[in-house]
């Protein structure tokens, strides 16, 4: 999609781009996006691709890409895993990331659409394993802003990093405000341990 046009759509849209990178974006890393609250949130995700200049891709499991639905799944930028016996959907993504000079990937954590008190920790252990950074992404519809941050580098302290994300999305309202995320400390003791 042409800059141009994903800038008018995002307009008329009531919406504008926040790049805290300024266009120097790393040529790896997972991109989690919250608040995912609803369906239509995806052609934002589309629209503020362009505008940034970045291919941003998404993961599905390899049976979702055959035909007839494999080659739209791949024009918008999908990578279809291979889920084998012996490796899990983390170990199979660090694989991509392993394999490429450049790869870069959305993740909506919160893992549905309803709301939800804490998120899923895929995308974190995938992150960590592949040594790529995290750039958080903030559908803030209140303020009619789409906000990508620079990059944050995981500590290996799943506690202290969880903590620094869950404040950063802390309150941010999406397209349905109900089913926003809310942070409580809490969650925290629910989180798995390091190995």
Known sequence: MPKWLAK??????????V?????????????PVVPHTSNRDFPYGIYS??????YIRFVGKSSLFKWPLGPI???????????????????SVVKIFNERDSFKLCIAIEGTRKKVTHFRTGFYFIAL???????????DFEKGVIEFSKPYHLTGDVRKD??????HFDGIKGLVPENSFDY????????????
Request: proline share 6%; aromatic share 12%; hydrophobic share 45%.
């Open 19 to 31: 790049d805290r990178n300024a266009g120097d974006w790393p040529d790896k890393y997972v991109l």
């Open 73 to 91: 799944l791949r024009w918008m930028g999908g990578v279809p895993v291979v889920r084998e016996k012996r490796t899990n959907f983390v170990d």
């Open 184 to 195: 409580d400390p809490a969650v925290l003791d629910l989180l798995p341990e390091v190995k």
């Open 129 to 139: 394993k592949a040594k790529v950074p995290l750039v958080f992404c903030r559908f």
């Open 49 to 54: 691709r362009a505008i940034i200049g970045e």
């Open 162 to 167: 969880f903590d620094y994300l869950y404040r």
């Open 8 to 17: 008018l759509m995002l307009r008329l849209l009531g919406m504008k781009i």
